[in-house]
């Protein structure tokens, strides 16, 4: 009997000498056939020159992040961090663990990317290893591989902590702090060995985090291309889901029958949900983030569906339909639904160049204030509430309308307020308008026919040099196109 191997997890078996020598034999070679670089590599370099050039020197750190762990041996699906990503053109789970540095030259950066290359089928992580050998998680790159799919020259993550602490006491790291603690665990200890000073360092890091997320405030035409990928394939999903509408009211429990279905699409065409789904039926829509999805779907009641799919370059959609369960509005939802409509026509109107950030805000809510006030239900004037002294209007949404969208749901943010919150919009920026009303079933304050209705519409508008575009507008929006679509759907 083989002695315990104390490395191995107590569930399994020791492997034996016989099994070692015979493990790594007899496998047909690879083609040997590089990979194409990914689309997105074509832009990534210009994206790094605006980090090198923010700060000339400097050895720009920025993790992908690792895996983290679900249970036991079971991992979270690996997502890289966004800047990452956007800064490599990787994307899907590439690559956990990878590190990219920004090294300053004479001229600029060099920019490489350290990470875990494949091991040979002779190695015990090949077979034993079950969070990265090839017999558990399937084929990583080789440095080759990666070099050719990336475009960046690749070494091994052996090799990083040298390449870090080369000159350290002369050259400052700025490191993407947030991204895996085990490298701020590194960089901390490389800088304390160097006598670098923790809080000029924890700021310069703080300013790496909030330039990286700035620097995706305005899309390229890469960006913009697969910001409309993500929605016309998250239009598709919101049509099968319709589809299957009269199963998930049979089933019960048809919140999740939706969430599942989307689900499925997303994972299909994409790389999963952007974000997890909202299925909010009857009342449930009242729940802002409503994602528990285990209510039953009734004729008669609306459906708030807020799902985007992830495509595999991360970036996602971020669409709202509130929808008519048996495809026709009720009066009394028509009416709700009419007015969400005309906030948000007003936000997408006010998403122009040159426009602020918060007008879109401003133009939305301005309608939805004046429609409470209408209606009898807002207690002050619509001016009054608007107001900085009022704000009643909040207790029927109190979100905001827009915010930015891109690799991440909610974009870029760690962008400063002067250039998010209180910024202006230019050509490039992409961000939803998403205003909404939600009358709870147990507001005394609402018209008991109104009670348990909340409606929220949501589109992706890209500001363009002339206006703006729809990203998600194959999608319909007023109450007759959405009855109109949701019967041929429901027809075949
Ligand atoms: N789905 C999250 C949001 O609309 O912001
Ligand atoms: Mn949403
Ligand atoms: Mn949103």
Redesign the pocket.
């Known amino acids: 009997m083989s002695e315990k191997q104390p490395d191995l997890p107590n569930r399994q078996t020791p492997f034996s000498e016989a099994f070692r020598a015979f493990i790594g034999t007899d496998w047909a070679s690879g083609s040997g056939e590089l990979p194409d670089p990914l689309p997105a590599t074509a832009y990534a370099p210009s994206r790094r020159d605006k980090v090198g050039a923010a700060y000339p020197g400097e050895r720009i750190v920025v993790p992908a992040g690792g895996l983290v762990v679900r249970s036991n041996d079971t991992d979270y699906r690996f997502r890289p961090h966004s800047a990452f990503a956007h800064l490599t053109g990787l994307g899907t789970d590439k690559e956990p663990d990878a590190v990219l540095v920004l090294e300053p030259t004479d001229s600029g950066h060099e920019a490489t990317l350290y990470f875990k290359p494949r091991a040979p089928r002779e190695s015990e992580e090949f077979y034993a290893n079950a969070r990265y050998g090839e017999m558990w998680v399937g084929k990583r790159e080789t440095l080759e591989e990666m070099a050719a799919l990336s475009a960046l020259r690749c070494v091994p993550i052996e090799e990083l902590e040298d390449a870090l602490s080369k000159n350290a006491d002369q050259t400052a790291i700025r490191l993407l702090r947030s991204a895996d603690r085990a490298i701020a665990e590194l960089v901390d200890r490389i800088r304390s060995q160097n006598a670098v000073d923790a809080e000029q360092a924890a700021e310069a890091d703080q300013e790496l985090e909030v330039l990286l997320s700035e620097l995706r405030l305005i899309k390229d035409e890469f960006e913009a291309d697969q910001l409309r990928e993500a929605c016309a394939r998250t239009a598709e999903a919101f049509a099968e889901v319709v589809k299957q509408f009269p199963e998930a009211v049979r089933r019960g429990r048809g919140e999740r029958w939706v969430e599942g279905i989307f689900g499925l699409h997303a994972r299909h065409v994409g790389n999963a949900v952007g ?1 997890d789904s ?1 299925a909010a039926s009857g009342d449930h829509a009242n729940t802002l ?1 409503w994602i528990r999805n285990d209510g039953d779907l009734r004729e008669g009641d609306l459906i708030l569906i ?1 799902a ?1 799919v992830e495509i595999d370059t991360l970036y996602t959609a ?1 669409v ?1 339909r509130t929808l008519p369960v048996n495809g026709t509005f009720t009066d009394a939802q028509r009416k709700v639904y009419q007015a969400v409509l005309e906030a948000q026509q007003a936000g997408i109107d006010a998403a122009k160049a040159g426009n602020k950030f918060s007008e879109v805000h401003q133009a939305a809510i301005a309608v939805i204030a004046r429609h409470l006030a209408e209606w009898g239900i807002l207690p002050v004037s619509a001016e009054e509430s608007l107001s900085d002294e009022g704000g009643q209007h909040r207790r029927w949404m109190v ?1 905001g309308t827009s ?1 930015h969208l891109g690799i991440d ?2 974009d870029c943010a760690q962008a400063r307020r002067e250039n998010y919150r209180e910024g202006t919009l230019a050509p490039g920026m992409v961000i ?1 308008v ?1 205003p909404g009303i939600y009358f709870k079933s147990d507001d005394l304050l609402v018209p008991e026919e109104l009670r348990g209705i909340g409606v929220r519409i ?1 589109d992706d508008i890209l500001i363009t040099e002339e206006g703006n575009e729809n990203l998600s507008a194959a999608l319909p929006r007023s109450a007759d196109e959405v009855e109109a679509w949701m019967a041929k759907l429901l027809k075949n």
Request: negative net charge.
């Open positions: 974000y909202i983030h807020d985007g971020d709202t979100h915010h749901v909610h939803t998403e949501e």
